[in-house]
């Protein structure tokens, strides 16, 4: 796994979401590491860029973000 920054990994996780979640354990992990690395507690996205931004899509995320051990917020 490359060193990733943590742009590079929210992106993936983006685009993994996009093509129906298709290795998205893989890219969390690389966000984990990429948040240790950048000393960042917790990962921000956009609600406009996920496939479900309701609160009920952004609940799930969180919960299993939360599971792999990512604490997931959103932006405004």
Same mark, same amino acid.
């Given at each position: ?24 354990? $893989?890219?969390?992990?690389?966000? +984990? ?7 960042? *507690? ?5 609600? #406009?860029?996920?496939a479900? $931004?309701?609160?009920?899509?952004? +609940? ?7 599971? *792999? ?5 959103? #932006?405004?």
């Amino acid at each position: 796994m490359s060193d990733l920054t943590l742009n590079q990994a929210i992106d993936n996780i983006y685009a993994s979401i996009t093509n129906d979640n298709e290795e998205l354990d $893989s890219h969390i992990a690389a966000l +984990k590491a990429a948040m240790a690395r950048e000393g960042v *507690k917790e990962a921000v996205f956009e609600p #406009s860029r996920l496939a479900q $931004s309701n609160r009920q899509g952004r +609940k799930i995320m969180q919960s299993y973000f939360r599971k *792999k051990g990512v604490s997931v917020s959103f #932006s405004a």
